[in-house]
């Protein structure tokens, strides 16, 4: 949500509470991760269209040759069905990597973002770059 307002720089201050942090004893922790997966999401592209219906959220990611969708829902610990038609593979903010099923269009969708993606999966560069590779036709 900050991204489509074009703010281009958030800070994360957390190192004097218990919850919350990014890290403990010189280690990434699960949220500096997701954090970092999010950010690469991120990196070079438009965040546009970001709404909500009822708790679910949805904000459109764009770049020349590329359209996706970060989705999620904001209640904790809960998951509600999201119609994912248009886009036929998904990444969680852990790392995971899947299928939009061709048939019902549907994904479980919860607190955790998931990347929507209308082309197959991207490839990482060495440097950490994300670089799309199309469709096969």
């Known amino acids: 949500l900050i991204a489509s307002e074009g703010i281009e720089r958030m800070y994360w201050y957390g190192w004097d509470v218990p919850t919350g942090t ?3 004893n010189g280690h990434s922790l699960p949220a500096a991760n997701a954090f970092r997966q999010v950010h690469n999401w991120l990196i ?3 965040v546009t269209n970001c709404v909500s219906k009822s708790h679910l959220w949805s904000c459109d990611l764009g770049s020349p040759g590329y359209r996706g ?3 999620w829902d904001d209640k904790y610990q809960e998951r509600s069905s999201y119609d994912a038609s248009g886009f036929i593979a998904y990444r969680s903010a852990r790392g995971e990597e899947g299928s939009v099923d ?3 269009h549907v994904l479980q969708v919860g607190n955790s973002p998931l990347l929507l993606e209308a082309h197959s999966f991207a490839t990482s560069r060495p440097n950490g770059e994300v670089h799309q590779r199309p469709l096969a036709q």
């Open 102 to 104: 061709p048939k019902t």
């Open 44 to 46: 070079g592209r438009s």
């Open 69 to 71: 969708r970060v989705v």
């Open 22 to 24: 990014l890290w403990a």
